[in-house]
């Protein structure tokens, strides 16, 4: 498709033949925007099914389950997403290939609810929903990578790699379906399967027709739509403790506090992560892509995990928790000191710089979340303790505004040089 060429009025079959890398202006589609819709569900039956673990201190299960099930919404729309980069061409086969992914998403979120039932009984593993949810998705996407090797000759090779990885693991997945193993053997065979899922696209992309033509600024666009939409479920989260305490004791002092705090929070890890020019450096250096982009797991685990740990919250402040208040802020600042770690860590690999003012930016956030902990340990309220907790990733933001962004400059001076 002709990077000047005006897009076609109508949707009929035409050939996949690759983006151009370096079109101008590329931006999200109006399909893509409808995509990530069906990960706001997702994400928040996920994060509703590890709060209810959580609250009644069932850990091990509530964090298990929540990192697979992150993990498979999160590959999911990674594979789409980088795929779409390199070779929507919005024909009305790729948009019919869209909409059955997401009717695989909707499978998939629907089978949570069993899935971190059967994990917390821990007899077995109830995965058949979620397996045959994400099975439907990688058939779509399957038929994607076939239409890509036969219209475009010269990645060929590359388009089938995808297919004989996607298609081996597919099988995989199905074995898993259909043999009802005990808990740990199937733990194991899902490592098994998410280790070649996660080697498929290294391989392929790495193999000597040099990877699909997928375009940084839309790719890096793409990621951050994803980090809005996970933080959604942050919100979602502040408004189940603010009506908890509007519930109990109607408006006061502690619900406006919970739902600034709440807000500051989401704000404040929205701004924290789009310091990082991701866009810039990936134009410069594609190699780094993969680094980036599978790091950014522990990224939306952690901001899913925020979600879900103010939904624990709610069920504390209505008096229904079985654990008590420290736990439940707990739920809240861990997941928060993951995401800074992640952020830190994908800055410095995604620039291959270390830059001693961000270790002390990110020693200063770990602080405020130990002073988050001590105060309610102390008998602050949860509102106070969230509120502390919102000023993590200000330390960062204002590090950033005052003196980090020269900072960056000079990285990306050296770096692009």
């Known amino acids: 498709m002709s990077s000047t060429a005006h897009p076609p009025l109508d949707h009929r079959l035409r050939r996949m033949t690759g983006r151009d890398p370096d079109e101008p202006h590329r931006a999200a589609t109006p399909l893509e925007l409808l995509f990530d819709l069906m990960f706001v569900v997702a994400f928040s039956q996920a994060g509703a099914q590890t709060a209810h673990l959580l609250e009644l201190g069932h850990w091990a299960p509530a964090i298990g389950g929540f990192a697979f099930a992150v993990f498979a919404i999160w590959w999911a729309w990674i594979n789409y997403s980088w795929l779409a980069s390199a070779y929507d061409n919005d024909d009305v086969f790729f948009r019919v290939a869209t909409m059955v992914e997401m009717l695989g998403v909707l499978v998939l979120a629907l089978g949570l609810p069993q899935l971190f039932t059967s994990l ?196 504390e402040i209505e008096g229904v928790a079985h654990i008590g208040i420290v736990p439940a802020l707990l739920t809240v600042v861990v997941p928060v000191g993951i995401f800074l770690v992640a952020l830190f860590t994908v800055y410095s690999l995604l620039l291959r710089q270390f830059d001693p003012f961000h270790v002390w930016l990110f020693l200063g956030s770990l602080v405020a979340l130990a002073l988050a902990v001590v105060a309610v340990a102390a008998g602050a309220s949860f509102g106070v303790g969230l509120l502390i907790t919102a000023a993590s990733p200000f330390v960062v933001v204002v590090g950033y505004e005052t003196v980090g962004h020269r900072h960056q400059a000079a990285a990306l001076e050296r770096a692009l040089a």
Do not use: C
Request: proline share 4%.
């Open 120 to 315: 917390d009984e821990g007899h077995h593993v109830d995965n058949g929903i979620v397996i045959a949810g994400y099975v439907v998705m990688r058939v779509a996407t399957v038929a994607l990578w076939l239409r890509a090797a036969k219209h475009d000759p010269t990645r060929r090779r590359t388009a089938l790699t995808y297919v004989w990885f996607v298609s081996i693991t597919q099988v995989g997945w199905l074995v898993l379906l259909v043999v009802n193993l005990p808990v740990a053997p199937a733990l194991a065979f899902t490592l098994v399967l998410v280790i070649l899922e996660l080697v498929g696209p290294y391989v392929a992309e790495h193999g000597p027709e040099g990877g699909t033509p997928w375009h940084a600024h839309h790719i890096a666009e793409r990621y951050g739509l994803l980090v809005i939409i996970t933080l959604g479920e942050v919100v979602l989260g502040t408004i189940l403790a603010v009506s908890a305490v509007i519930e109990k004791q109607e408006w006061s002092v502690e619900a406006v506090t919970l739902a600034f705090a709440g807000t500051a929070l989401v704000f404040g890890l929205w701004w924290a992560y789009f310091t990082m020019p991701s866009d810039k450096v990936l134009t410069r250096f594609r190699e780094r892509g993969f680094v980036w982009g599978y790091l950014h797991y522990f990224i939306f685990f952690a901001l899913a995990a925020t979600g879900a740990g103010l939904h624990v919250a709610a069920y």
